[in-house]
């Protein structure tokens, strides 16, 4: 996974974000033990990459994900918050803070919509709300 | 611990070609400084540094190349046995296919490849030794030695690489047939496989060429080092020239005869990883359109550049063919008005354009191959995406992407360069030095008098070595695809068999 990361972090942005949408929707689609395995081996993927390369990465995937269908968006979100047991603190966070940092940028409107679907997705999952505090 | 070296080839690659690149700064400065260096220690010390380490550093940068494959053999097959493990599962019947001998040795060829390389610069130490101490007779054997050990490095580490292709063409060809078939019988519950014949996907001229091209290079320089040891022994002199008139310059240019036989070889086992990579896409969009019901989009005409392949490997090894026979007649009629012809300056840039045109065909092959696994790394998402909506019986449906018009747009045409300017310095190094000489040989003057004489080895040796250095980036590039394929195969396959078994 580490090698595919690098590669779609050192591609253009057109190729970047047409493989990550492919490859969402993928894992959107995978059981959920093996997408929560993915997503996992995806965040590990992404923390190892630099500063540089690893925000606007984020920012692809973040605007790939606004494209998904609720029900990808869903089963993505449960994935990633469930994901958090297979990773260790400090990669769980750095993904965490870099993502809420990317979705700022992106402007208050759809920080408030990212934080805010996160929250419900968590509720309606029972699962821990995760902390939105940069 | 062997696994941890693999992965390390590319400090191998750069190692390799700072190695090259210390022996042309050396050999700039020796240029530079010959008047004050003639007869010197430093003079006899760098004369046989500079014939054997920038070998060594072209031999690392083989070894590189040759463990960038390692790592791709190890990543696809690693994704045919994890498919193959989630096709079991679903209750499929299947059989493990045994690797040929040479896929469990091309590694082991490569290692061999570089220690006899490293045997031949640890003789150069002795040869050292002896050159500073004037102990002739130590010197002449101590060269001679060497020459057979140096050929036998060559041969091994791209006789290496050229079976590590192989073992890819074998690993490929197999999933490329048996993926969308395996697929196809997940979904209508077969269990029972037409078994395929591995043996069918090696095409069998090719692999006799690159068996053909490891012998001729392995063993050219035997003769070279049996004709200058009986020379040595019955003349007491350690020229080229034997008794019964046979030079040993033929035989060195016959050691390139196999090298390009070798490289003509290696553009074909690419052209064959080609048609796979093709042919990967066009059976998983048939498999696509039967499964999920849909209209997939055909795939875009093949490059032109393949065709440009073939032209660039066949117009490169036939002349070499036809350069070496000039040779031998020349050396056959050397006394007669053909000797007139100042051959002997040519030898050099007659090999060089010859290597340049098969390392352009062989650039041209890893260009197209990064394009293709870049149009599978769009694919294959999208197409498993499908499959599984279908075994889901969902009717949600993911459109494939559409053929690209510019392909070449994928392609790291950096790295393509990179060789093209590799290719240049190593005519730069031999073409106008020759032309040089030939006009000194014409005004009467001796060779020894050209100065810049001693800068054809490292110019040619930097020129390849970048040549190198730029395949072994694009096979870095590819081993960065072929993880990437190895991930979407098994989570795609692993999603289809969960579906499929939770779906009875």
């Known amino acids: 996974m580490d090698e595919m990361i690098k590669m779609l972090a050192d591609a253009p942005e057109e190729q970047r974000h047409q493989m990550l949408t492919q490859r969402l929707k993928m894992v959107a689609g995978q059981p959920e033990e093996q997408r929560i395995k993915s997503i996992a081996g995806l965040i590990t993927a992404v923390s190892s990459l630099k500063e540089k390369k690893m925000k606007p990465f984020i920012a692809t995937r973040m605007k790939v994900f606004m494209g998904l269908t609720p029900e990808e968006k869903e089963a993505i979100l449960v994935g990633r918050m469930k994901a958090g047991n297979l990773l260790s603190d400090k990669i769980y966070k750095i993904d965490q803070k870099t993502t809420l940092e990317v979705a700022k940028q992106m402007g208050e409107e759809k920080f408030k919509m990212i934080t805010g679907l996160m929250k419900q997705i968590a509720e309606k999952h029972g699962l821990p709300v995760p902390e939105f505090a940069m | 611990m062997l696994e941890n070296i693999f992965k390390r080839y590319k400090e191998i690659l750069f190692f390799g070609f700072s190695l090259v690149l210390i022996s042309l700064g050396l050999g700039i400065w020796r240029t530079i400084n010959e008047a004050t260096l003639q007869g010197t220690v430093v003079e006899i010390v760098l004369r046989r540094f500079l014939e054997i380490i920038p070998l060594l550093g072209l031999g690392f940068l083989k070894l590189g190349i040759g463990f960038a494959i390692v790592i791709i053999v190890k990543s696809i097959k690693s994704t045919g046995e994890n498919a193959t493990g989630s096709f079991k599962k679903a209750g499929l019947k299947l059989e493990d296919y045994k690797a040929p001998f040479f ?54 580490l791209i006789g290496g690489i050229a079976f590590g292709l192989t073992t890819i063409v074998l690993n490929l060809g197999i999933q490329v047939n048996e993926l969308p078939k395996r697929l196809k019988a997940l979904v209508k519950g077969e269990k029972d496989l037409e078994v395929l014949q591995p043996r069918s996907l090696i095409p069998r001229w090719t692999k006799i060429v690159t068996i053909t091209g490891m012998i001729v290079t392995a063993s050219a320089l035997i003769p070279v080092a049996i004709i200058r040891a009986v020379n040595y022994a019955v003349n007491y002199s350690p020229t080229y020239e034997t008794p019964v008139g046979l030079n040993a310059l033929l035989w060195d240019t016959w050691i390139f005869l196999g090298i390009a036989i070798l490289l003509f070889a290696i553009s074909y086992w690419l052209l064959r990883i080609i048609k796979w990579l093709r042919r990967q896409r066009t059976q998983l969009g048939k498999t696509v359109e039967e499964i999920a019901e849909m209209k997939v989009p055909t795939i875009e005409n093949p490059l032109k550049i393949t065709t440009a392949v073939h032209s660039f490997a066949t117009a490169g090894l036939m002349w070499m063919f036809i350069f070496f026979f000039v040779i031998a007649i020349y050396q056959a009629f050397q006394e007669t008005l053909l000797g007139v012809v100042p051959l002997k300056m040519l030898i050099k840039p007659g090999r060089a354009i010859s290597l340049a045109l098969l390392f352009i065909g062989i650039g041209l092959a890893l260009l197209t191959i990064v394009v293709n696994l870049n149009l599978t790394a769009f694919m294959l998402p999208s197409s498993f995406s499908n499959i599984v909506n279908a075994i889901k019986n969902d009717d949600t449906r993911v459109e494939l992407p559409q053929a690209s018009d510019k392909p070449l747009k994928l392609s790291p045409m950096k790295l393509f360069i990179g060789i093209l300017i590799g290719a240049v310095i190593v005519l730069i190094g031999t073409l106008p030095l020759a032309i040089l000489r030939i006009s000194y040989q014409f005004q009467g003057l001796t060779q020894s008098q050209l100065t810049v004489e001693h800068l054809i080895g490292p110019i040619v040796s930097t020129g390849v070595g970048l040549i190198f250095l730029m395949i072994g980036l694009f096979f870095s590039t590819i081993v960065g695809f072929v993880k990437a394929r190895k991930a979407i195969i098994s989570e795609g396959v692993e999603s289809c068999v969960y579906y499929s078994i939770e779906k009875k």
């Open chain 2, 103 to 156: 896929a469990k040795s091309f590694p082991i060829m490569l290692i061999a490849g570089i220690l006899s390389e490293l045997v031949a610069a640890v003789i150069m130490i002795f040869w050292i030794i002896a050159g500073v101490n004037g102990n002739e007779f130590a010197n002449h054997i101590y060269e001679i030695i060497t020459v057979p050990i140096e050929g036998l490095g060559v041969a091994l």
